[in-house]
Nanobody
Framework: VELVESGGGLVQAGGSLTLSCVGSGSAFSSYDMSWIRQAPGKERQFVAGINWNGGQTLYDDSVAGRFIISRNNHKSVVYLQMNSLKPEDTGVYYC????????????????WGRGTQVTVSS
């Protein structure tokens, strides 16, 4: 599965962005998908995950209530709608696929995109 992210950019605190991740290959719909971010000088951190059919989602406490993850398997796309952005949301956002239920375990992801930069100014 090849994954390509888009939608990142520079936004002021309080603003919104929507990230997209397009997957290639027929196996996309069989994978759970997550958004994972990496802030400067820090390790990759789980942000939000969605199961293969979109019926279950999981959010890190740092983004719960502000971010929404969704997917469209017909289009092989997963989205991350980010609202009320904060400077601490700054980082490179990756989408990644997994068949494991432990979304927080970064080593469990099979495929990764190259990432898209999100910068939130104060």
């Amino acid at each position: 599965v090849e994954l390509v992210e888009s939608g990142g950019g520079l936004v002021q605190a309080g603003g919104s962005l929507t990230l997209s991740c397009v997957g290639s290959g027929s196996a996309f719909s069989s994978y759970d998908m997550s958004w994972i971010r990496q802030a400067p000088g820090k390790e990759r951190q789980f942000v939000a995950g969605i199961n293969w059919n979109g019926g279950q989602t999981l959010y890190d406490d740092s983004v719960a209530g502000r971010f929404i993850i969704s997917r469209n398997n017909h289009k092989s796309v997963v989205y991350l709608q980010m609202n009320s952005l904060k400077p601490e949301d700054t980082g490179v956002y990756y989408c990644a696929s997994t068949r494991e239920s432990s979304y927080y375990l970064i080593d469990s992801y099979d495929y990764w995109g190259r990432g898209t930069q999100v910068t939130v100014s104060s």
